[in-house]
């Protein structure tokens, strides 16, 4: 069965580094998505990209991330000098453009980020 | 803020039916009830989902009240492995956000 995958799965920085989170999305989906879940809170949205453009964003989702499909499989995330707060699971989505009313997301294990 | 309320917390014993509640009673014509779950803060798994009518997959039945201002998720046959936290979300295809809660932690006890 098709499935979203994430690497890496754990990810441990210091505070003003960048990272760069990976995500290979289902193969022949087209709206990709992160969101995040910092420890014990809600799955919060990030982000969401389709057409090599971000289509929503959250207030969370401010300038120090980006997020780009660099080729035809990968979707990064990418936190330009992370903070201590950014620590925090880190999901990627994706869903099928169908053109029907409603399309299911599929995510992917996580990230875990932690920032020292 | 997610427009659905769960319970806390549930308990289940094995091989029982589990049955999770939840109440959207602003849920607009167009918004589909949608069910995830999450298993030890592993990435959100799609469990099923529907707009009116009760739908049954391999994992479990969703039913929707006619009013459609709640719906009960149903697990007929808990194992060990259910034990998850479970999300009731709804959806609209054009706001493609999902916006979670904080769910319903389900133990499933031998």
């Known amino acids: 069965e098709p499935e979203v995958t994430q690497t890496p799965s754990h990810q441990v920085t210091q505070m003003g580094q960048e990272v760069i989170l990976r995500c290979v999305p289902i193969?022949?989906?087209?709206?990709f998505y992160w969101y995040r879940q910092i420890l014990g809170q809600k799955v919060e949205f990030l982000v969401s990209f389709y057409n090599n453009e971000i289509s929503e964003k959250s207030e969370i989702f401010d300038d120090q991330f980006s997020v780009e499909r660099p080729d035809g499989s990968n979707f990064t995330l990418k936190i330009r000098s992370t903070k201590l707060e950014d620590s925090a699971m880190y999901f990627c989505?994706?869903?099928?453009?169908?053109?029907?009313?409603?399309?299911?997301?599929?995510f992917g294990p996580g990230t875990r980020l932690l920032v020292l | 803020d997610a427009k659905t309320t769960q319970p806390p917390s549930m308990d289940c014993a094995e091989g029982r039916a589990a049955n999770l509640p939840c109440n959207h009673s602003?849920?607009?014509?167009?918004?589909?009830v949608y069910w995830y779950r999450q298993i030890h803060s592993q990435g959100p798994q799609y469990i099923i989902h529907?707009?009116?009518?009760?739908e049954t997959n391999e994992m479990a039945s969703l039913i929707i009240t006619e009013d459609r201002k709640s719906s009960t998720l149903i697990l007929p046959h808990a194992t060990l492995r259910d034990t998850a936290v479970y999300y009731c979300i709804v959806f609209a295809g054009n706001n493609r956000k999902l916006i979670w809660g904080l769910g319903t932690s389900l133990a499933v006890n031998p």
């Open positions: 529907g707009l009116k009518n009760n």
């Open positions: 193969s022949n989906h087209l709206y």
């Open positions: 989505a994706s869903s099928l453009l169908a053109g029907g009313p409603v399309e299911t997301q599929y």
């Open positions: 602003t849920i607009s014509g167009n918004e589909y």
